[in-house]
């Protein structure tokens, strides 16, 4: 194998504790000329952002290797869909995909502006003007969803020509030992009433993998996709036809999950944790 794409959370650390000899394991495969990439499904954080934490936890890594679903989904909308510069989208989530849509140059709105958290007044139903150059909804965690935002998106998603997103559709994430609601919580609510299901921008989508891929131009049979999780990063793996496929019991899956994945979803291997390639 050529080249690692490595889930993160539950594969290098948990939370903000870096998992055992990661750096050291990280370093074997660079010195014998490995290429990595950190593939997140995370969309709050850009990767610059992700870049401070890689730096906080002790691990050596560039921006250009970082490959999160915000810019994931900032590079589909520009150069797959290639969003003509007189259309914008229309953003429910937080900095991370306000960060990467402003790298790829695309604008949009929405995101993280205090007029978005306020609660629908009487006039605000009465007032509401859609904006004819929204092209694209964009939906990703958001930690101050509302039903303003809800409402706004709805009416753009009634337009058939209006493109639904989603940076990633996991139902939960987990942090501190507990499952939080993740982005496809976010979004599962715009499909109901849109009856509408959004493109995702994350694992285990293909779309995510055609991104990755459109930057790092790699060999997928000489690429081995890292994960945790066998509903997302194995199938990621598989899907996208990778040369191989590694779990690791660090985080989500068991090893009763990957005994029970079938031969269609298992792993090619799976090891207790990440540093026993040092072995
Ligand atoms: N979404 C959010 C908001 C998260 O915080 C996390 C993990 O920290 C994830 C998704 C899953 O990320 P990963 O693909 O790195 O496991
Ligand atoms: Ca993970």
């Not at 150069?79 to 306000?98: F, M, N, Q, T």
């Amino acid at each position: 194998m050529k080249v690692f794409l490595f889930d993160c959370d539950g594969v290098l650390w948990h939370g903000n504790t870096l998992l055992h000899k990661i750096v050291d394991t990280l370093d074997m495969l660079r010195s014998k000329g490995k290429q990595i990439v950190f593939v997140t499904n995370n969309s709050t954080k850009s990767r610059r952002a992700y870049k401070k934490k890689l730096d906080s936890l002790g691990i050596p890594a560039e921006v250009d290797e970082i490959f999160g679903s915000a810019y994931s989904s900032a590079v589909y909308i520009k150069r797959v869909v290639k969003l003509p510069a007189d259309k914008k989208v229309y953003v429910i989530g937080e900095s991370g995909i306000e960060e990467e849509l402003e790298s790829e140059g695309v604008r949009y709105f929405g995101g993280t502006d205090p007029e978005e958290r306020k609660v629908m007044q009487e006039e605000d139903y009465t007032n509401f003007v859609p904006d004819p150059e929204v092209g694209v909804v964009l939906c990703g965690l958001d930690n101050h969803i509302n039903y303003r935002k809800y409402a706004k998106a709805f009416q753009y998603l009634q337009d058939p020509n209006t493109l639904f997103l989603a940076t990633n559709v996991d139902s939960t994430f987990p942090n501190k030992g507990k499952l939080f609601p993740g982005a496809g919580s976010i979004s599962a609510p715009l499909s109901y009433m849109s009856k509408r299901v959004p493109i995702s921008l994350g694992k285990p989508s293909q779309a995510m993998m055609d991104a990755v891929e459109g930057k790092f131009q790699f060999d997928r049979k000489r690429t081995c996709m890292v994960g945790d999780r066998i509903d997302t990063d194995i199938k990621f793996g598989i899907a996208g036809g990778l040369g191989g496929t590694l779990a690791v019991l660090t985080g989500v899956a068991t090893e009763e999950d990957i005994l029970n994945a079938g031969p269609e979803g298992a792993p090619d291997a799976y090891l207790d944790k990440l540093s026993d390639l040092l072995r």
